[in-house]
């Protein structure tokens, strides 16, 4: 399957995290173990922290390719009803492949140390 492009990642971006009212951190990326079954590194709750996260995984230019090894953690977004909206793994600070079986493209992030100083806030150092 070719890498979808990334207005198409970008509009569903926008479409989850406007509904995203919570992030969680989990150990792991994407692997075959069920994201209950992981173990939590990380939770965010607070409003603007959901909106500084938003950024820092969402701004960067998207690679049209995935790279081979399956993430060391994966950030998944949860509506109001706390059910699962979408998943992104993290490689490294510097990299996020949202829905990576879907897309097939990694973003590489515009502010990876931003989002190294954001996770080790929230408990979740990588």
Do not use: K
Request: glycine share 12%; net charge negative; with cysteine.
């Amino acid at each position: 399957m070719p890498a979808t492009g990334g207005t198409a990642i970008r509009a569903w971006l926008d479409d989850v995290w406007g509904r995203a009212e919570a992030a969680v951190l989990l150990a792991g990326g994407d692997t075959d173990v069920p994201l209950t079954e992981r173990p939590v590194c990380g939770e965010v709750y607070d409003a603007d922290a959901l909106a500084e996260l938003r950024a820092l995984t969402t701004g960067g230019v998207f690679a049209d390719d995935i790279c081979r090894c399956l993430g060391g953690m994966t950030l998944v977004l949860l509506d109001a009803g706390g059910e699962f909206i979408a998943r992104g793994s993290l490689h490294g600070p510097e990299t996020v492949a949202w829905e990576r079986a879907r897309f097939r493209n990694n973003l590489d992030l515009t502010d990876p140390d931003g989002l190294r100083r954001f996770l080790e806030r929230v408990g979740a150092p990588y």
